[in-house]
């Protein structure tokens, strides 16, 4: 499977903006799916994610202005911002964690927020 990450650009502080992750083909099982985040000079961070058992677990910096959602029938997922922060500024990624094999990245789309 592959993932293909959109939807990134640059908005003012207090804005929002509308990630999504499209899958190559649907994927009957999985650990996690979901979406992290690396701002410059910072390592990779854990927004986002959707459990296999259907949790949604949010980091808590993003609690109340995030949410994750899925849509089965397209093979997508996505992210919805709000209330945007300029420290949300960063590239994100999506990323699929299956029950066998490695891991999946998207490729990363850029979030700005300026202030």
């Known amino acids: 499977v592959q993932l293909q990450a959109s939807g990134g650009g640059t908005v003012q502080a207090g804005g929002s903006l509308r990630l999504s992750c499209a899958l190559s083909?649907?994927?009957?099982?999985?650990?996690?799916m979901g979406w992290w985040r690396q701002a410059p000079g910072t390592q990779r961070e854990q927004v986002a994610i959707?459990?296999?058992?259907?949790?949604?677990i949010y980091k808590d910096a993003v609690k109340g202005r995030f949410t994750i959602s899925r849509d089965v029938a397209k093979n997508t997922f996505d992210l919805q911002m709000n209330s945007l922060k300029p420290e949300d500024t960063a590239i994100y990624y999506c990323?699929?964690?299956?029950?066998?094999?490695?891991?999946?990245w998207g490729q990363g789309t850029l979030v700005t927020v300026s202030s």
């Open positions: 990323a699929l964690v299956p029950r066998t094999g490695s891991d999946v």
């Open positions: 083909r649907s994927v009957d099982s999985w650990n996690v």
């Open positions: 959707i459990t296999g058992d259907d949790r949604r």
